[in-house]
């Protein structure tokens, strides 16, 4: 089963992870996001980040998490390429390995400025989650 | 879509009849055969925006509309604080005030064809572009909010550029309203190393000439004549105004909300202007473009600096800095009153006539210079702000020629190095830190700009004046 993919949208582009479970929907949804930036599968895991959020609904927390990545990455001059994900009472604790961009190695193609709401989905289709939305490249 | 629900205005000029909740009705500018390619959600988003509180005249649509955020790409909107009137996150976006800059060289294009190649290369290495560029300039907390309250203004006082500089990019340079406290930190630390920096994706940097003359006169008076060698930078507000955005996208909503504002779409979160979050989202969205005229007025000086190192006797001025994604307060006539006007261009260029007060004394007769940028492989276009246009759009005109294929698909399609190749054999050079991203901006992922700029041309809303091609282009 494939864990994440990223869908067509005209102007940018969509994100979606699937999981067994919310949190891994979640997880694999931030790797999208991070595929449409760079080549994931060159970066290293070797340093962590962590980021809190919360917001009132699985959507909004969806898009804030990403959100928080994209900031997290950028003042960390990092790219990530593993995700953990904790959610409770709407409130998120996540953990993303990763290491210093590097334009060549990393195969870096393109900037995201944001998660959008845009085709914003979040649920649960039979036994898979699914986490997805537009970002604004 | 479907032009038999339109009310036909003119041959480019079409309505869409008030319905449900909508408090104006629409107005596409643009050719037939542009609507019929129209994506049925740019309609949606249209009527969407005409719901909100305070709108006038209506909901417009330029002739690059395409499926947005909230606004169409491409929409115009204007809301007056006196009528419950709103301020709208979707009418803004993430790149704040994202715009274009084009300068004269002095020089004419074979003057400059013997050195394009080592041009090129200085400018690529002097000009940060790319994910993950940083800038020379490094800030800290008191030098980033300078910069959120002095825009272009600050560069200069800094030493990039000079001071006449300013009298060609829209507010003088600087926005006044900014209140760098209502900018989060985070935004903030995300400039510290982002200012003179170019971005990626769409993001440019171009040497064009000018390959067409369509207004003698008026190009003479905007000093542009055929073979001429211009620059143009596309970029905005980088990290910073990214981060504004993210940040209010959840002030809005919660704001959205308590004032019971009808918003159909997630992104068209929007607060009253005269409200606590609408008067702090505002002042907000003016130090981000504050930021982007700084962000355009350093990259000018490091073009100058390519320029000195490489060919010594080009003397760089300015013709004109538009911004695209923008809110700002204009006065314009409704019926028989002037009314102070909350203007929201989202993937529109602010394209005043002949007479208003904003635009500089040289410009006063033509109208302001509208800057519309195409791709790198095809022309960009230069036009003149009109008395229709202010009348029928509030001085707006269109931004693009707006994307025909997802990224997704023009990867499929191209591949970078292939088309690098290719542009090369027709005279025009590419550099990117990024073959795959090049690919992504493949001149055929684009609409075409020229049916786009003779749409907004043939419906009053700016006049051609010359049109530029590209010698080389300079992609993050």
């Known amino acids: 089963m494939k864990t994440y993919e990223t869908f067509e949208h005209l102007a940018d582009i969509g994100v979606r992870g699937y999981g067994k479970s919310l949190e891994e929907a979640f997880e694999n949804g931030a790797k999208a996001m991070f595929s449409v930036i760079a080549e994931i599968d060159a970066v290293?895991?070797?340093?962590?980040?962590?980021?809190?959020?919360?917001?009132?609904?699985?959507?909004?927390?969806?898009?804030?998490?990403?959100?928080?990545?994209?900031?997290?990455?950028?003042?960390?001059?990092?790219?990530?390429?593993?995700?953990?994900?904790?959610?409770?009472?709407?409130?998120?604790k996540g953990w993303a390995w990763g290491e210093r961009l590097d334009q060549e190695r990393h195969h870096v193609m393109t900037e995201v400025k944001a998660a959008t709401y845009s085709m914003l989905k979040v649920g649960r289709e039979g036994d898979v989650y699914i986490a997805q939305c537009v970002v604004d490249v | 879509m479907?032009?038999?629900?339109?009310?036909?205005i003119s041959d480019y000029v079409w309505e869409i009849p008030r319905e449900g909740e909508m408090r104006v009705p629409?107005?596409?500018?643009?050719?037939?055969?542009?609507?019929?390619?129209?994506?049925?959600?740019?309609?949606?988003?249209?009527?969407?925006v005409a719901a909100l509180p305070g709108i006038q005249q209506a909901s417009m649509?330029?002739?690059?509309?395409?499926?947005?955020?909230?606004?169409?790409?491409?929409?115009?909107?204007?809301?007056?604080?006196?009528?419950?009137?709103?301020?709208?996150?979707?009418?803004?976006g993430f790149d704040i005030s994202c715009?274009?800059?084009?300068?004269?060289?002095?020089?004419?294009?074979?003057?400059?064809?013997?050195?394009?190649?080592?041009?090129?290369d200085r400018l690529f290495a002097l000009v940060p572009a790319g994910v993950g560029s940083e800038g020379k300039i490094r800030l800290n907390q008191s030098q980033i909010d300078e910069v959120l309250v002095g825009g272009a203004q600050w560069a200069v006082s800094q030493g990039y550029g000079y001071k006449e500089d300013l009298r060609y990019i829209e507010e003088g340079g600087v926005m006044g309203g900014a209140d760098?406290?209502?900018?989060?930190?985070?935004?903030?630390?995300?400039?510290?190393?982002?200012?003179?920096?170019?971005?990626?994706?769409?993001?440019?940097?171009?040497i064009q000439y000018v390959a067409e003359v369509y207004d003698e006169k008026i190009a003479g008076e905007l000093g542009?004549?055929?073979?001429?060698?211009?620059?143009?930078?596309?970029?905005?507000?980088?990290?910073?105004?990214?981060?504004?955005g993210t940040d209010y996208l959840k002030t809005l909503a919660e704001a959205s909300r308590r004032y019971n504002i009808p918003v159909h779409e997630r992104e068209l979160v929007c607060a009253p202007i005269n409200s606590p979050e609408g008067r702090r989202y505002f002042s907000a969205v003016c130090a981000g473009i504050n930021c982007a005229l700084a962000n355009r007025q350093v990259i000018a000086h490091l073009v100058r600096e390519a320029f000195s190192d490489v060919i010594p006797r080009a003397r760089i001025s300015m013709l004109y800095d538009v911004s695209h994604n923008t809110c700002k307060v204009e006065e314009h006539p409704v019926g028989s009153k002037i009314k102070r006007l909350f203007i929201h261009r989202k993937g529109a260029t602010r394209a005043f006539g002949p007479g208003r007060k904003e635009i500089p004394e040289e410009y006063r007769s033509t109208g302001q210079p509208v800057l519309i940028g195409g791709t790198m492989g095809t022309c960009s276009y230069i036009l003149v702000g009109t008395e229709s246009g202010m009348t029928q759009a509030f001085g707006s005109a269109c931004h693009g020629a707006g994307r025909a294929l997802s990224r997704t698909q023009a990867k499929k399609r191209w591949r970078g190095d292939a088309l690098l190749k290719e542009l090369g054999a027709r005279g025009i050079i590419i550099r990117t830190h990024s073959y795959s991203g090049a690919a992504e901006e493949a001149p055929g992922a684009y609409k075409d700009v020229t049916a786009v700029v003779d749409a907004t041309h043939n419906?009053?809303?700016?006049?051609?004046?010359?049109?530029v091609k590209p010698m080389a282009c300079i992609k993050g």
């Open chain 2, 224 to 244: 542009l004549f055929r073979d001429d060698v211009v620059i143009s930078v596309h970029c905005g507000s980088r990290a910073l105004g990214h981060q504004i």
């Open chain 2, 61 to 92: 649509a330029m002739p690059d509309a395409h499926w947005g955020y909230g606004f169409p790409i491409g929409g115009v909107a204007a809301f007056d604080p006196e009528e419950g009137g709103i301020i709208s996150m979707g009418g803004i």
């Open chain 2, 99 to 120: 715009g274009v800059r084009t300068m004269r060289t002095g020089m004419r294009r074979e003057e400059i064809e013997p050195y394009i190649g080592k041009l090129v």
């Open chain 2, 459 to 467: 419906a009053g809303l700016a006049k051609k004046v010359v049109m």
């Open chain 1, 44 to 92: 290293k895991p070797s340093d962590r980040e962590e980021v809190r959020c919360e917001a009132e609904d699985p959507e909004m927390l969806f898009v804030e998490w990403l959100n928080c990545l994209l900031s997290a990455a950028h003042l960390s001059g990092k790219l990530f390429c593993n995700f953990k994900v904790e959610i409770a009472d709407h409130k998120l």
């Open chain 2, 26 to 48: 629409g107005r596409i500018f643009a050719s037939a055969e542009l609507v019929e390619d129209f994506d049925d959600n740019v309609v949606k988003q249209i009527k969407n």
């Open chain 2, 2 to 8: 479907e032009l038999k629900s339109l009310n036909k």
């Open chain 2, 180 to 206: 760098p406290a209502q900018v989060s930190d985070t935004a903030k630390k995300r400039q510290f190393r982002e200012v003179g920096t170019l971005g990626s994706g769409n993001q440019y940097l171009e």
